[in-house]
Antibody, heavy 117, light 105 residues
C-alpha cells in the first residue's frame, strides 16, 4: 500500500523557518520525481516545487513565490522528502501536500503551516 | 505558464453533460492533467496526458485537447461529482489552474 505522511507543520512567526517531512512507503521512492503543493485556506492548489530522482540529476525547481526561500531535498535511504522553508511570510500559510504526479497520483494528507505573529 | 479555467463555478443537474475549459498561456503539447478535489481531501487524478483516463475513474469523465486549449467533460453528472476541478500542466515545471467548483442543483 502506498503511503505518504507529511509532518513538521505548525505555527511560526513571520521571518521564521520550518522544515516539513514527507515519509513514504509502498513505491520506489528513489525513482520518483516528487513535488510539494500547497493550498491556502479556501483557495486553490499552488505548486511549490519538485525534485527529480537522482538518476535524472536530483535537481530541484521552484515556483517564483518561494524561489530563494524554500529548499526541497530528499533522502532516498529513508524514503523521505523534505521542504525547508525560510524567511516565512504570512502568505505562506497553507496546507502543504507532498505528491507524486501522473500517472501515479500519490498524495499525503497534508500538514498545516500557519505563519502569524 | 498560466492556466485559465472557465467557468469558475458551474451549477448543473444530475444527468447533465458539463464541460470545463482550461486555456494555457503558451503551448503545452498534451502535458495536461485534470484533478478532482472534495472538501477536506487531497486531490484525485482523473485524466493525464490530456485524454488518458486514470485507472478506476468512471468512464463518464473524458478529456481532450492539445496545445493551448483543453476540456474536461462529464457526460452524465452524478451527485458524487460535486467537487472542485483543477487542470495542471507539466510541460514546463507544474502549474495549476484556478479551479472550477461544480455544484449539483
Amino acid at each position: 500500500e502506498v503511503q505518504l505522511v507529511e509532518s513538521g507543520g505548525g505555527l511560526v512567526e513571520p521571518g521564521g523557518s520550518l522544515r516539513l517531512s514527507c515519509a513514504t512507503s509502498g513505491f520506489s521512492f528513489s525513482d520518483a520525481w516528487m513535488s510539494w503543493v500547497r493550498q491556502a485556506p479556501g483557495k486553490g492548489l499552488e505548486w511549490v516545487g519538485r525534485i527529480k530522482s537522482k538518476t535524472d540529476g536530483g535537481t530541484a525547481d521552484y515556483a517564483a513565490p518561494v524561489k530563494g526561500r524554500f529548499i526541497i531535498s530528499r533522502d532516498d535511504s529513508k524514503n523521505t522528502l523534505y521542504l525547508q522553508m525560510n524567511s516565512l511570510k504570512t502568505e505562506d500559510t497553507a496546507l502543504y501536500y507532498c505528491f507524486r504526479g501522473a500517472p501515479y497520483d500519490y498524495w499525503g494528507q497534508g500538514t498545516l503551516v500557519t505563519v502569524s505573529s | 505558464i498560466q492556466l485559465t479555467q472557465s467557468p469558475s463555478f458551474l451549477s448543473a443537474s444530475v444527468g447533465d453533460r458539463i464541460t470545463i475549459t482550461c486555456r494555457a498561456s503558451q503551448g503545452i503539447r498534451s502535458y495536461l492533467g485534470w484533478y478532482q478535489q472534495k472538501p477536506g481531501k487531497a486531490p484525485k487524478l482523473l485524466i493525464y496526458d490530456a485524454s488518458t483516463l486514470q485507472g478506476g475513474v468512471p468512464s463518464r469523465f473524458s478529456g481532450s485537447g492539445s496545445g493551448t486549449e483543453f476540456t474536461l467533460t462529464i457526460s452524465s453528472l452524478q451527485p458524487e461529482d460535486s467537487a472542485t476541478y483543477y487542470c495542471q500542466q507539466l510541460n514546463t515545471y507544474l502549474t495549476f489552474g484556478g479551479g472550477t467548483k461544480v455544484e449539483i442543483k
